[in-house]
């Protein structure tokens, strides 16, 4: 049986931090079982606690944030694992891809995200070219993660293998992503499901086993054919992560704009949008303009 979700945070959670035990506070007896269910709520959430989902068969949310209010929003909403995707590209700054993100950027929105203190597990985006070296891959996470991350991820497998290694051997915890890489679109002319074919079938397989051998502790699977990334999620020992990949990995993953209709000009066939943002806030600042007669 799956363990009810630890995740939802108590309302008026203090923003001060940690406070050192005082005399004789070093052992917390509870009798209030609610009172230990919120403090425990409050834990951070690491590596360990998402790998441990994919154990106990539970879904694992994910949802993208590029900024201070949103982070806040999704982690008072109970997600797990929030992302400061390089997607911010297009969804924030207007680009037509991800390909014009810089670190800058990168570390600009990682800071904003990181200043609401998420519970929840701060992943950050090396951008396009940032981890072609080794040393640019280790040097290039290890701004990401004074910007506040928690983690890095990188999209390849088996062709940034030292890279990866590197980063992890450096104390980084280390996403992989396989399937649609959206840093290669233009080389790939557009975005492209992966693993119909059996060679990409195959390298999928092999990228995924690298990555988990180097230990990464997760795997985004983006538009990978879904019998693929069911028997990726089968196989693997770390938790997949899909994004239009089916319903059979470990988790999903989103962009946050998509999912609540904020960027009305483009949405993805795999996204079911829940809510009309845009439409939402056309009609109140229409009706605010309106009222001012």
Not at 219 to 230: G, S
Request: proline fraction near 7%; charged fraction near 20%; aromatic fraction near 6%.
């Amino acid at each position: 049986m799956t363990n009810p979700s630890p995740f939802p945070l108590p309302a008026g959670r203090g923003e001060g931090g940690p406070r050192k035990a005082g005399p004789g506070e070093g052992i917390l007896v509870c009798a209030n079982p609610s009172l230990h269910e919120n403090t425990m709520s409050q834990i951070k959430i690491t590596v360990e606690t998402i790998r441990a989902m994919k154990s106990r068969g539970e879904k694992i949310a994910a949802l993208t944030a590029y900024d201070f209010p949103m982070t806040k929003l999704l982690d008072e909403a109970g997600i797990p694992f929030i992302h400061v995707g390089d997607s911010l590209g297009m969804v924030v700054l207007g680009y037509p891809d991800t390909t014009h993100v810089t670190m800058a950027d990168m570390e600009h929105h990682t800071r904003a995200a990181a200043r609401a203190r998420p519970r929840a597990l701060l992943a950050a985006d090396l951008p396009y070219r940032s981890y072609e070296t080794v040393k640019d891959a280790v040097a290039n996470a290890r701004r990401l993660v004074a910007a506040g991350a928690d983690v890095v991820k990188a999209e390849g497998g088996r062709s940034i293998i030292e890279q990866v290694r590197a980063i992890i051997a450096a104390g980084i915890p280390y996403c992989g992503h396989l399937g649609m890489q959206p840093q290669h679109v233009i080389e790939e002319g557009g975005y492209h499901v992966k693993g119909k074919k059996e060679a990409e079938h195959q390298a999928l397989l092999d990228d995924a086993q690298a990555l988990a051998g180097a230990g990464a502790f997760a795997l985004v699977l983006e538009i990978v054919t879904p019998p693929v990334a069911k028997e990726l999620t089968t196989a693997l020992p770390i938790p997949t992560i899909g994004i239009g990949s089916g319903d059979d990995c470990d988790g999903q993953i989103l962009v946050t704009s998509d999912l609540i209709g904020m960027f009305p000009w483009f949405t993805p066939r795999f996204v079911k949008p829940r809510m009309n943002c845009a439409a939402e806030i056309k009609a109140a600042v229409t009706a605010w303009k309106n009222s001012l007669v």
